[in-house]
């Protein structure tokens, strides 16, 4: 009989993963892990005690950021290097700090000849840095994303009276030899309701701000506290409801593959006539074809845009010169106190990283043991991809804030430890909706930051240990499902995985039973349990030119004389929304989605 152990952790309790025919492993590993992650890594340590560590500055940094490594180590400070002079001069450095531009490639790695610790970039990007080379390398990458709050914040307010002033407008006209003080007719903030779209980081910065102006403050966002929003008299509500109601909107959304033209056609045509939006984000949060077009209608009277989809824009970008748009060139963090406070984070973060220590900032995982990895990596990959496929599971863009990790496994808990696999699962729960990196570093701090309580249950089964897991699940709770046939006895979403062959599988969603590959395109469809069902889907996608790589049929009793069916579906490509709905019309589907894990 299994036996589950409660564990009383603040972020955790625990149940395990895999299959018989998983990769085989050894108990060592799971020793090596918790090692692996409890001392600073040698690898960082200067040679003697007496050495000092030497950084290639590589960028403009500011002077305190400067002063700081000085006092630490050798610096070299060249900026506009070529890449064969950057290969050049790496190999006899430690660390190298970079802007948010400057490439650091394979080559780059490669011509270290294994002395170069960190990579340090003075910003919140990463695209810059070629992350698998690091990790091939050892070496840890870094970056700043938390200095330029307060200037992105102050920025947005900047924009906000201009737009609302017509500032910008009214002073080209004035130096063009006007004065009409009637055309730029403005509005008042005080009394006014401005939605926050992304309520962290700078976009609770902004609505502080914003009700120091008077304004009434609603926000919306994945990872709201409504602790934080009832400190400063802040209403959080959904999405539609934010987007309706605004008479502002400003934009503080991370961007990602589900937040990218959030602001589009349709949801423009819910918004109040005369709305005025801001964006200081990401310029692919908004589609700005559909923005002109609101714009023209009357439906959106007035913008504010410091990002572009394109940057810089051709010169007849129709969003840039339209006459009720204000445009600047990514001023954001542009001010002497924002580059200063980037250049201490970042000249902190890379000193720490040098002591031998793991800066919450990482962003890549060079440090687990190989041995660990070899074990565990596919077991790994199932908790991202479990955690992915739960939170696309969400209705709407409605949050989370708990959820439940269960590992089933037949070894003793000390002989399994869990961290790295709970990172995985926030992993794949937070980067669909956001930009942050998350790694077994920082997960755990990631998701207490946004207010996601994560509790572990590990249930103990027979048998052998050699395999680390039995099965993996993740539930979510309080939250609504795109898909009934989701949800638990106790109304929560839950999911569960195995490994195969090495491989993640789905095996069971809600209450029902299921077997299909975890990744790549799955369509799921719940139905009432009747001949020639399969075929009918079958042909559905046939028409359509969409190839079925895999197929699963399980039923499921309802009652003593009904039952249910789940159909699971690998399909090789994203069927049409016109291919779904002929899906969703065949009779017997009670419900479908489709999800690209």
């Known amino acids: 009989m299994a036996s589950t152990i409660k564990l009383g952790r603040s972020l955790a309790t625990s149940d395990f993963a895999s299959s018989r025919r998983a990769p085989s492993g050894n108990l060592a590993a799971s020793v090596s892990l918790r090692r692996a992650l409890r001392r600073p890594p040698a690898a960082l340590r200067a040679s003697s005690d007496d050495d000092r560590f030497t ?44 802007g948010s ?18 990579v340090g970039i003075a910003g919140g990007g990463i695209d810059n840095v070629n992350l698998a080379a690091a990790n091939e390398n050892r070496c840890l990458v870094v970056n700043a994303p938390n200095a330029s709050a307060s200037a992105v914040a102050e920025h947005t307010i900047a924009l906000l009276t201009a737009m609302a002033r017509n500032v910008a407008q009214a002073a080209v006209s004035v130096k063009s030899g006007n004065w009409k003080r009637k055309k730029y007719l403005g509005m008042s903030l005080s009394g006014k309701t401005l939605a926050v779209l992304g309520f962290v980081e700078v976009g609770f910065d902004v609505a ?21 929003a009832r400190a400063i008299g802040v209403e959080l509500v959904t999405f539609d409801k934010a987007i309706a109601n605004a008479d502002f909107i400003s934009l503080h959304m991370h961007f990602t593959p589900a937040t990218q033209k959030m602001l589009n056609d349709e949801t423009f045509a819910k918004m109040k006539k005369g709305v005025q939006i801001l964006n200081v984000t990401h310029g692919g949060l908004i589609d700005e074809d559909a923005l002109v077009r609101a714009l023209d209608s009357g439906i959106v009277s007035r913008a504010a845009v410091d990002v572009l989809i394109e940057e810089p824009p051709p ?24 580059q200063e406070q980037l250049s201490i984070e970042i000249a902190e973060a890379v000193i720490k990283a ?6 919450s900032t990482v962003v890549n995982e060079p440090m687990v043991a190989a041995e660990v990895l070899a ?21 709407g863009r409605g949050g989370f804030k708990a959820v439940k990790v269960t590992y089933a496994s037949a070894r003793e808990p000390d002989q399994l430890d869990t961290k790295l696999l709970r990172a995985g699962v926030i ?61 638990s006895t106790s109304g929560d979403i839950e999911v569960r995985g195995q490994v195969r062959d090495g491989l993640p599988f789905l095996t069971k969603v809600g209450n029902f039973e299921v077997d299909v590959r975890l990744e790549g395109c799955i369509l799921l469809c719940r139905a009432i349990d009747q001949p020639g069902l399969i075929g009918k889907i079958g042909s559905v996608l046939g028409e359509a ?17 009904k039952f249910q069916s789940m159909i699971s579906i690998k399909v090789d490509d994203q069927p049409t929304k016109e291919t779904l709905k002929k899906i969703g019309e065949i009779t017997a589907i009670l419900e479908f989605v489709f999800l690209d894990v």
């Open 427 to 487: 992993k794949g729960l937070i980067e669909p909706i956001s930009s942050v990196i998350v790694n077994w570093v920082n997960g755990d701090s990631v998701a207490k930051q946004r207010g996601l309580r994560i509790t572990e249950e590990r249930i103990t089964l027979p048998g052998s240990p050699e395999y680390p897991l039995e099965f993996l699940q993740v539930q979510i709770a309080s939250v609504e499902s795109r898909f009934d046939g989701a949800l």
């Open 208 to 228: 502080q701000r914003a009700k120091g102006l008077g304004m009434h403050v609603i926000a919306y966002g994945p990872y709201a506290s409504s602790h934080l």
């Open 354 to 359: 040098l002591e031998g220590d793991l800066p």
């Open 315 to 338: 010169k007849d970008h129709k969003l840039v010169q339209h006459e009720k748009v204000i445009v600047t060139p990514n001023l954001g963090d542009v001010t002497f106190e924002a």
């Open 545 to 561: 030119n969409v190839n079925i790589g895999f197929m699963k049929y399980m039923r499921t009793a309802v009652d003593s004389e």
């Open 101 to 118: 531009e400057m490439k650091v490639s394979g080559d780059v790695f490669g011509s270290s000849r294994g002395r170069l610790k960190v």
């Open 55 to 98: 950084v290639l500055v590589a960028d403009e940094l500011g002077e305190a950021g400067l002063d700081i490594l000085r006092d630490f180590a050798e610096v070299d400070h060249a900026v506009d290097l070529a890449p064969e002079k950057l290969c050049a001069r790496i190999g006899g450095c430690d660390a190298l700090i970079v």
């Open 375 to 395: 074990e565990l990596k596919p077991f790994l990959d199932l908790a991202i991809n479990l955690g992915r496929f739960a939170v696309k599971l969400i209705a």
